[in-house]
């Protein structure tokens, strides 16, 4: 049993027990605060209050812990009810027991108006996981603050390709970066809700995500796929929600192999497993029985099958208590050890939240490219810039991300146009759509300097609002036939023609925005492009033209802002790249969104192109800054349970300015070494100045797991160490990695 933290007893860890008078919960509605009391107090642990509670529930009571409250006639009107109230699963009035009230949160909070932070994407960009830590603290006091206790906001699936239409909620393409980062948001989320890491597992493409059935080897299952995972089970998840598609033959609802031997047998986790929504369910009984435990968000095929499966023996009562401890076990924990303090309503989409989502994405921002044009680089701005043309169709368009279920709606928003006007009070800052591209170029031409605003939008990527192919009769009878069938349906595929959302169709730009960049650069040689979208956009189309290339996502709500105050220079561009941007998308492995079976393997993004000896337009953790470091490995300890490194870092610029410290590791007896990162940092550094930073690194790209024995080994090879800006395309100056004997 873990000692409980200080000051809010944040993290979940359980108070100490002590040896006191026994504890006697009655049936009434102060039970389950009366067992949160006593865990609090440590008079009794939570699995002996989970136990108590349990005895005081009917059969009913107990079966209705394991799926949502509402009824199922509910299903068309979901999206819209998950912007107004949380969803709740097990709610007992009579024993107070509160139940699992849901919100969602990648970004922020779903319910209500809240603080819309960058997505997930452009913070992974950050690389700051103290910062991640921070923006999950207020998601969490928001989410409380809107009735809820659960935030299913932390996504750590892997981008296996950037084509993946929801690639924007997740942490890029490298598993130590999404590990730290989501590890990080799962800590911060918890001071004040329970936190939920979806979607386990191989979750990573969106038109054919009900359907689609994905073969790994162990190899790659074990040692790419699912380390980030451990690492949140590791930060104290409370719960994983199960992924909609299957692996190895079996929908993740009813796959034992992973829900049950993988993640509570070898990695320990006693938090409790949900359903993605509607379509994450397939079998009420043996889903039970595999170690999914409740069915989100309605009653569905649970209601309907369960009473029957334990009244006839077909449902081990077992099982059922089993997942019940689970819940109950989980919840008693949580609200014994959140912070105490209930947020006030004024916590959302605070001034101190605003500030925090402007910081993130200040952080996020990376700055690709930055050539000289008239003896100086092109940013930041030159003092004295008067007339700013912002030119493109999302210049002025508040462009969050998609619609999906992760949409949050902010107060306000700030566009670009919008905060460049704010930035610049005394310039004249005129704007275009670049529909009427002649239109564009006259007013460019005209410009001290031109900004092109393009990418992608709601219409591009995000979550697919159709169902596919999806089997509809899972939603029983009385969605299988009648008008409720037509309605579902219907309001569907009428939600596709105003947003497609989806899997992304090409990674390049639309064609009028790809014309209208060309022709304003050839009109004003003065020309940044700025790019907004949630993963990779291939650019060496027209590359060559622009001088300065900025990457700044969807940046939230003051997104605009914060994109303005890096132009000017008020702030540096921080961000670094979470995954890498080929010159070609034929250089990345194959993606189709229609598939129905695909094969995932060790090979994807810069693990990819290193091992075919192809260069990319941008590497893995490239990001430039308005100054220039300089990085040196000083010394490291490792084995196989990881080490330390120290690296100095020097300011060799003209300004103060931060740089992310990486380290990577790679075989250099392979034709094509494999860089794999294993520990970075970041850290600010005054112009002229050094500092040391001591860096630690993670064993696991290193290892091999046995499946037999489920033990990890080291790989063999030759490995070394080295300290880099971004991955590196060669290898002088590495280091043996192992310096001590395994």
């Known amino acids: 049993m873990m000692n409980a933290n200080g000051g809010g007893q944040r ?28 865990v609090r107090a440590g008079t009794i642990d939570a699995d002996e209050a989970s136990a108590r509670l349990s005895g ?33 699963a097990g709610a007992v009035a009579r024993l107070g027991i509160p139940g699992i009230r849901f919100s969602d949160g990648a970004r922020g909070v779903v319910i209500g108006a809240a603080t819309a932070f960058p997505v997930t994407m452009a913070r992974a960009a950050t690389w700051d996981p103290d910062l991640e830590e921070r923006v999950g603290v207020a998601i969490g006091a928001e989410t409380r603050a809107r009735g809820a206790n659960y935030s299913a906001s932390v996504c750590v699936n892997l981008l296996r390709h950037p084509a993946w239409g929801r690639a924007q909620e997740c942490y890029g393409e490298d598993p130590v970066l999404v590990g730290q980062m989501g590890s990080a948001l799962t800590r911060g989320v918890r001071v004040h809700t329970m936190a939920c890491v979806k979607h386990f597992a191989l979750n990573s493409m969106e038109n054919e995500r009900f359907e689609v059935d994905v073969a790994v080897d162990d190899h790659a299952l074990h040692e790419v796929y ?62 039970l029985q595999a170690g999914m435990d409740i069915e989100m968000p309605l009653r569905m095929l649970r209601a309907r099958a369960l009473p029957a499966a334990l009244r006839s ?13 689970r819940i109950l076990r989980t919840s008693i924990l949580h609200a014994a050890t959140r912070e105490q303090q209930e947020p006030a309503a004024a916590v959302v989409a605070s001034a101190p939240h605003r500030a925090l989502a402007f910081q993130a994405a200040t952080e996020s921002i990376v700055l690709l490219k930055n050539e000289a044009v008239g003896g100086a680089p092109l940013l930041p701005l030159a003092p004295g810039t008067r007339r700013v043309a912002v030119i493109g169709r999302l210049a002025d368009e508040d462009n969050l991300g998609d619609h999906g279920s992760s949409r949050v709606r902010p107060p306000s928003t700030v566009s670009p146009l919008r905060g460049l006007r704010d930035a610049l009070p005394e310039a004249q800052v005129t704007t275009n759509t670049g529909e009427n591209e002649s239109a564009a170029v006259a007013l460019a031409a005209e410009a001290d300097i031109a900004v092109v605003v393009v990418g992608l939008d709601q219409h591009d990527e995000g979550e697919s609002v159709v169902t596919g192919g999806v089997d509809v009769g899972i939603l029983g009878r009385a969605f299988n036939s009648g008008l409720s069938r037509r309605l579902f349906i219907g309001l569907a595929h009428l939600a596709a ?27 004003n040689p003065r020309t940044v492009v700025v790019l907004i979208g949630g993963s990779a956009i291939v650019t060496d189309a027209w590359q060559d033209r622009v001088p300065a290339l900025v990457l700044a996502w969807y940046g939230g709500m003051e997104g605009g802002h914060a994109l303005a105050s890096v132009l000017t220079g008020e702030t540096e561009p921080g961000g670094r790249l979470p995954f890498v941007v080929p010159r070609d ?40 800054g308005y100054t220039t470091m300089s990085h040196e490995l000083l010394d490291h300890t490792f ?37 794999q990162l294993v520990g970075f940092q970041k850290v600010t550094v005054k112009r002229g100045a050094s500092t040391t930073v001591r860096i630690t690194l993670d064993a696991g790209p290193t290892l091999q ?6 033990q990890w080994h080291p790989r063999s090879g030759e490995w070394a160490l080295l300290a880099a800006q971004h991955s590196p395309s060669h290898w002088a100056g590495a280091v043996p990695l192992r310096l001590t004997s395994n």
Request: charge should be negative; aromatic fraction near 8%; charged fraction near 25%.
């Open 313 to 325: 023996g077909q449902l081990d009562r077992a099982t059922v208590l089993e997942s019940a401890h």
């Open 705 to 710: 797991r046995d499946p037999i024995t489920r």
């Open 585 to 624: 998308a034929a250089h990345l492995p194959p993606f189709d969104s229609a598939a129905k079976a695909v094969v995932y393997d060790d090979k994807w993004g810069q693990r990819y192109l290193d091992g075919n000896g192809t260069a990319p337009a941008f590497p893995f953790g490239f990001g430039l």
């Open 11 to 38: 993290g979940g860890e359980e108070p100490n027990s002590v040896v006191a008078e026994p504890v006697v919960l009655r049936a009434s509605t102060h039970a389950f605060e009366e067992a949160v009391v006593a």
């Open 56 to 88: 005081l529930l009917t059969d009913k009571e107990l079966l209705g812990l394991l799926d949502g409250d509402s009824p199922r006639r509910l299903l068309p009107f979901i999206p819209a009810l998950l912007g107004r109230r949380p969803f709740v």
């Open 639 to 675: 084995d196989d349970t990881g080490g330390t490194a120290r690296v100095l870092v020097t300011n060799t610029g003209d300004g103060d300015g931060s740089t992310v410290v990486q380290l990577y590791a790679a075989d250099l007896s392979a034709g094509h070494p494999i860089a």
């Open 497 to 523: 023609r105003f947003v497609r959302g989806g899997d992304r169709n090409s990674l390049e730009l639309r064609p009028s925005d790809a014309s209208l960049i060309r022709a304003v650069t050839a009109a």
């Open 226 to 287: 699912l380390p980030h995972f451990k690492a949140t089970v590791d930060a104290g998840a409370d719960s994983i929600m199960s992924a909609y598609n299957r692996v190895r033959g079996e929908y993740m609802d009813v796959n034992r192999a992973l829900l049950t031997d993988v993640l509570r047998d070898e990695w320990g986790f006693t938090g409790f497993v949900t359903s993605d929504w509607v379509f994450g369910t397939h079998d009420a009984v043996v889903s």
